[in-house]
T-cell receptor, first 117, second 114 residues
Framework: AQKITQTQPGMFVQEKEAVTLDCTYD???????LFWYKQPSSGEMIFLIY??????QNATEGRYSLNFQKARKSANLVISASQLGDSAMYFC??????????????FGTGTRLQVTL | NAGVMQNPRHLVRRRGQEARLRCSPM?????VYWYRQLPEEGLKFMVY????????ESGMPKERFSAEFPKEGPSILRIQQVVRGDSAAYFC????????????FGPGTRLTVT
């Protein structure tokens, strides 16, 4: 069974600073994908970034980067130059890639990020 | 290309009534997933469907819940005889057939059972 752990229920960061949101995972599957989603107060789920378990380089998407440490089973999200609009819940998720077909995402409990002036 | 559509966005039902939640996937997407989010929790997988087939329903409660994705029309998540514990946000996601690792989420339906 897959498990995602997000140990930070809440985080504060000052505007323009960088922040790291922690995510550790547990799986017996050799091939998997890791995702980060943002959920603002309006409630929708916004895809941010994806990392495959066999990807050699850490994924980056604009101000988002994923610090993937496979041996430690961690996939931390780094947000650089925080903006007020980054205030939201952030969810780490994973799915098995072995089946060759789409399969379910397993989510963590989330981290609420508050960006301050 | 419109995103994943869900309706209604908000639904209020009394205990014992039925709730029907609709999801229209993105154009060209043939895979649909339903997730439930209880207050202050992460999303929990419920069911994965392709057109006219249930592929994985391991997260569906055994009773009162059902889902379908007909050949024509939206996917429907149906909850019979709702109870207060069913109050949650229900999210639908869809994937294209050639990039099944991507899941695009709809805005969710917030169900309140009174």
């Amino acid at each position: 069974a897959q498990k995602i752990t997000q140990t930070q229920p809440g985080m504060f960061v000052q505007e323009k600073e960088a922040v790291t949101l922690d995510c550790t995972y547990d799986t017996s599957d050799p091939s998997y994908g890791l995702f980060w989603y943002k959920q603002p107060s309006s409630g929708e789920m916004i895809f941010l970034i994806y990392q495959g378990s066999y990807d050699q380089q850490n994924a980056t998407e604009g101000r988002y980067s994923l610090n993937f440490q496979k041996a430690r089973k961690s996939a931390n999200l780094v947000i650089s130059a925080s903006q007020l609009g980054d205030s939201a819940m952030y969810f780490c998720a994973m799915r098995d890639l072995n089946t060759g077909t789409a399969s379910k995402l397993t989510f963590g409990t989330g981290t609420r990020l508050q960006v301050t002036l | 290309n419109a995103g994943v559509m869900q309706n209604p966005r908000h639904l209020v039902r009394r205990r014992g009534q039925e709730a029907r939640l609709r999801c229209s996937p993105m154009k060209g997407h043939s895979h649909v997933y339903w997730y439930r989010q209880l207050p202050e929790e992460g999303l929990k997988f419920m069911v994965y469907l392709q057109k006219e087939n249930i592929i994985d329903e391991s997260g569906m409660p055994k009773e009162r819940f059902s889902a379908e994705f007909p050949k024509e029309g939206p996917s429907i998540l149906r909850i019979q005889q709702v109870v207060r514990g069913d109050s949650a946000a229900y999210f639908c996601a869809s994937s294209p057939p050639d990039r099944v690792y991507e899941q695009y989420f709809g805005p969710g339906t917030r169900l309140t059972v009174t």
